[in-house]
Nanobody, 119 residues
Framework: QVQLVESGGGLVQAGGSRRLSCAAS????????MAWYRQAPGKQRELVAS???????NYADSVKGRFTISGDNAKNAVDLQMSSLKPEDTAVYYC?????????????WGQGTQVTVSS
């Protein structure tokens, strides 16, 4: 049974910072990519940032320069450091882990953690 446990959400003022953490537990292996997505009310879930097992990162244009993703392969963990937060960053943030090899793939999701940025 694989579980992704997220933490760090909460209420923060605009311009402030917040750090989200996600740790995967259970029988998880062959991790290729760890990522953070978010979903605001009435909007589709969108990719915020991702990091490969090799350390390559990718960011949504809306968070470039403000958010930093980091991963710990040994701990199967991924963090998202968010700075200069804006009210439009308000959303439920989800951790995602993509695993697989050439002949199989599987993705896991966390339960989500709410981040609310007040103006």
């Amino acid at each position: 049974q694989v579980q992704l446990v997220e933490s760090g959400g909460g209420l923060v003022q605009a311009g402030g910072s917040r750090r989200l953490s996600c740790a995967a537990s259970g029988n998880i292996f062959s991790i290729n990519v760890m990522a953070w997505y978010r979903q605001a009310p009435g909007k589709q879930r969108e990719l915020v940032a991702s990091i490969t097992s090799g350390g390559s990162t990718n960011y949504a244009d809306s968070v470039k320069g403000r958010f930093t993703i980091s991963g710990d392969n040994a701990k199967n963990a991924v963090d998202l450091q968010m700075s200069s937060l804006k009210p439009e960053d308000t959303a439920v943030y989800y951790c995602n882990v993509a695993t697989g090899s050439w002949h199989w793939s599987r993705a896991y999701w966390g339960q989500g953690t709410q981040v609310t940025v007040s103006s």
